[in-house]
């Protein structure tokens, strides 16, 4: 009896040291473990206080445009298209979601053209939920920016941002990113300039975006129009283009402010940028190689609009523009981006390659609009306009050619089954000469819906018989 009391007693110990054991390695183990809830006690991230200060500029921009898709899904096989032609369409009520940024407090927003498009009117929801109608007040396609006028009683002072300097901007500093990508809205991402300068091809394939800054935060769609902020809250650009995931990843890009500085005050008048007067192509090293311009690149000059400030100051086809204002010509595309940042009145230095020769003239820019018709005649599924200078110069046309230009067809138009295009010049409605665009309104509008329409066109350096049914 007394060895199993011995044993108990034992036992009893060992457990119990067992215990202190455990308890003095459990107060070790918690005696070296960090307290990570005290790193850093009063540091905070500078992106909380940027997206704090301009989130309430960031505006949430919905736009309802009108698209034309085809009846059936078949017509959109690129394989119908190729041998068939586009098919059917109809046109259909879509909606475009997008963001922008308030830099006037009278209500003047920053977007893209492409989030607004020829729409006159966008719905503007601020941070703090307020709905306001917004007039679309102009736009540059070529530039891809635009200006919206929010509709609020007189007096009311909206949030604005602070526009910053892109010239300054540095690869390496950090940036964010606002917007309203996928309807998520006021999302912040941050990051840091990439790479700046870049010259980035359109989603839609048509031209390039130049000087772009590029950026790895997160840009994604329904971010376009909003800002890319610098640490210090200023505006260093717009966000306007991704590269796809399947693509690529962290590459964004935005228009420099500056870009949008020069032209932000005629977008706010609705007037548009300087005219040269030229039609240009792309100078291939093929090209230039026939042309016996060896290496020389640029803008070839393929026609000179009349009376335009380039004809004014002597430029003439073939020239090859290789500068403007110091800033060198690539491509087509990169001149009339270029040109897009002046004014109507402004003066420009020119200078072209000409027979083995460089030469710098000066030239007014004028206003587009003195070479282009305010009115025009919407006939079914067309558009035509009188003949003058620049259509003469953009469709190639013979200058002693008479009658009416079709500036705009709708593809599903009978019109345009009949095999009318933009650039052909109607010269006989029904045998009827044409010679003006009150000649055109006259004759076409006579004739009764269903009737036959004969139209004697010159498309493409030959007389064509257009025939449809009205």
Do not use: C
């Not at 455990?22 to 540091?43: C, H, M, Q, R």
């Not at 309430?56 to 690129?78: E, L, M």
């Not at 048509?206 to 809250?233: C, E, F, K, R, W």
């Amino acid at each position: 009896m007394k060895r199993v009391r011995n044993t108990l007693v034992a036992v009893t110990l060992i457990a119990l040291l067992g215990v202190f054991t455990f308890a003095a390695g459990e107060s070790n183990i918690a005696a070296t473990t960090p307290s990570y809830g005290y790193l850093n006690p009063n540091v905070k991230s500078p992106v909380i206080a940027v997206a704090k200060a301009v989130s309430p500029a960031v505006v949430r921009i919905v736009v309802h445009k009108t698209v034309q898709t085809s009846v059936n899904p078949f017509f959109n096989d690129p394989f119908f298209k190729q041998f068939f032609g586009m098919g059917p369409q109809q046109k259909e009520q879509v909606e475009s979601l997008g963001s922008g940024i308030i830099f006037d407090s009278k209500g003047y927003v920053l977007t893209n053209y492409h989030v607004v498009g020829t729409a006159k009117e966008a719905e503007i929801t601020l941070l703090d939920g307020k709905k306001y109608k917004g007039k679309v007040l102009g736009g540059d396609p070529t530039n891809d920016l635009a200006v919206i006028k929010i509709d609020a009683p007189a007096g009311t002072k909206f949030p604005a941002a602070v526009l910053g300097d892109s010239n300054k901007v540095e690869v390496g500093q950090y940036v964010i990113a606002i917007g309203n990508p996928f309807g998520l809205d006021y999302t912040v991402t941050s990051g840091i300039v990439s790479a700046i300068n870049r010259e980035v091809p359109k989603p839609d394939g048509n031209g390039y975006y130049y000087n772009m800054i590029q950026t790895d935060a997160a840009i994604n769609p329904g971010n376009s129009g909003g800002p890319l902020v610098d640490i210090h809250g200023r505006v260093i650009g717009i966000n306007t283009a991704i590269i796809s995931p399947s693509q690529g990843q962290g590459l964004g890009f935005a228009i420099p402010i500056n870009t949008a500085k020069t032209l932000v005050s005629r977008l706010m008048k609705g007037e548009g940028s300087g005219y040269l007067g030229v039609q240009v192509r792309n100078l291939t090293s093929d090209l230039a190689k026939n042309l016996g311009l060896g290496n020389i690149t640029g803008a070839l000059v393929v026609g000179v609009v009349p009376n335009s400030g380039a004809a004014k100051a002597g430029i003439r086809i073939k020239d090859v523009i290789v500068e403007l204002n110091g800033i060198k010509i690539t491509s087509a595309d990169k001149l009339v981006s270029t040109i897009h940042q002046y004014a109507p009145g402004d003066t420009v230095s020119v200078k072209i390659y000409r027979d083995g020769k460089y030469l710098t003239l000066k030239v007014v820019l004028s206003s587009q609009k003195v070479f282009q018709l305010s009115s025009s005649y919407e006939a079914d599924g067309f558009k035509v306009a009188d003949l003058n200078d620049a259509y003469i110069a953009k469709y190639s046309l013979p200058s002693n050619i008479k009658g009416v230009v079709v500036i705009d067809v709708d593809p599903s138009s009978p019109a345009a089954m009949a095999g009318l295009q933009p650039g052909d010049v109607i010269m006989t409605v029904n045998n009827r000469k044409i010679s003006s665009l009150k000649d055109f309104e006259n004759v076409y509008g006579k004739i009764k819906k269903g009737h036959t329409v004969a139209l004697t066109a010159y498309s493409q350096g030959m007389e064509m018989l257009v025939i449809f049914n009205k």
